[in-house]
Structures are given as structure tokens and as C-alpha cells.
């Protein structure tokens, strides 16, 4: 995958993390995905405008989007066929740095989303009791429309996210790569120090 491919990943992380507050927003009843995003990405997008405070953007992100993440089976994903390999409390550790690099990249790129995204959302396709996909596209000023696409299953009568596809490229797929890498170089818990080291890094 180019760098250019993986700027375009990372760079939008903004316009996702204002999405997935909006597809996760819990309701009274029921609603289908699409809906819950069409009716509520206007107000978060107005909201995250008027806030640049990196520290306060992690801050949203923790309280609005970590709970309707599946972060178990992302990361479980994004590490791929070494899951296997690794131990319940390897595991844990695993989950836990992910999710942390993956709300810290959040909230970095949500600084720079500017108040004019439009979204226009799609139908959802592959609808069923457990699994959906909503389509969405996604513009902003001085840049090309582009499409984004959230894997979503629910457990228990909610919806989470456990996949985001930007232009047909996936997030977690995106880390696998690296991650199989570092693991042939230095296992299991390498992986997990590397995973911790970037955090420290995003932090400082």
C-alpha cells in the first residue's frame, strides 16, 4: 500500500470519527444505520467544527465513539492470523493499545476537518439481523469526493463498528501488513510494545 493510499486512510480518520458517533448514537427504538447517520452528521460535524483542542477531541472521541466500537474484532483483524498465537492476557493488551492508537488517530485528524463536510448516505447493502454495510460519500471543500464504507454487526440489539472502508481500502487491513511484520521480528509481545510506543509518541 503507497503512502499516499495510507495518508488518505489516516487523514480521514476525522470525517470517520464524526461518523461513527452519528451511526452509533443509541435511540429510544430501533433505526436502521443509514438513518441514524443521515439524521445525526450535520449536528456532530457543527460540533467537532467548533472544537480544534486536541486534548478535548480525545476526550470526545472516548466518550462518543469507544463504546460502540467492536475493538476486540478489529484488532483481532488487524493482527490476523497471529491472534491465534497469542494468550488471553497478550490479547487484552493487544485490544487495549489498538484502541488507543486508533482514538489518538482520531482525534489528531479531527483537528483538521473543517465545518463544510457534506455526506450524502446511502442504503445500506448485505442487510441482515447481524451484519450491515452503510455506504457513504463523503466532500469537502478543495477536495475530491470520495467514498466511505462502515462494516457494522449487532449484538444484543446494537449496532457497532468493526470495519471502515475508505476508497475500497480497509482500516484494520491497513495495520495488518505492519503488524505481521513486527511480529516475525520480535512476537507477540513486540507487537504490543511497538503498539505502545507509537501511543507514546502521539501523546508526546
Known amino acids: 500500500m503507497t503512502a499516499t493510499i495510507i495518508a488518505r486512510v489516516t487523514g480521514f480518520a476525522a470525517l470517520l470519527c464524526a461518523l461513527l458517533f452519528a451511526v452509533a448514537t443509541p ?4 433505526t436502521a444505520p443509514d438513518a441514524l ?16 483542542d486536541p486534548k478535548a477531541l480525545v ?17 483481532q483483524l488487524a493482527v490476523g492470523r497471529s491472534w491465534s498465537q497469542a494468550n488471553p492476557q497478550q490479547q487484552q493488551k493487544l485490544e487495549a493499545a489498538f484502541r488507543t492508537l486508533l482514538v489518538r488517530t482520531y482525534a489528531t485528524a479531527l483537528a483538521q476537518t473543517s465545518g463544510q463536510t457534506k455526506v450524502d448516505v446511502k442504503a445500506p447493502s448485505n442487510t441482515g439481523d447481524k451484519e450491515t454495510l452503510v455506504h457513504t460519500t463523503v466532500s469537502e471543500p478543495g477536495r475530491n469526493t470520495f467514498a466511505i464504507d462502515y462494516r457494522m454487526s449487532s449484538a444484543s440489539g446494537s449496532w457497532k463498528v468493526y470495519d471502515v472502508v475508505v476508497e475500497n481500502l480497509s482500516l484494520v487491513t491497513n495495520y495488518r501488513s505492519s503488524f505481521q511484520s513486527e511480529v516475525s521480528r520480535s512476537g507477540i509481545d513486540g507487537l504490543i510494545k511497538a503498539i505502545e510506543a507509537k501511543n507514546q509518541k502521539q501523546e508526546g
Not at 59 to 75: G, I, N, Q, S
Open 27 to 30: 435511540a429510544q427504538e430501533p
Open 37 to 52: 447517520v443521515k439524521s445525526l452528521v450535520t449536528e456532530v460535524i457543527q460540533v467537532v467544527a467548533q472544537n480544534k
Open 59 to 75: 476526550d470526545l472521541a472516548e466518550k462518543k465513539v469507544v463504546a460502540h466500537f467492536d475493538f476486540r474484532r478489529m484488532t
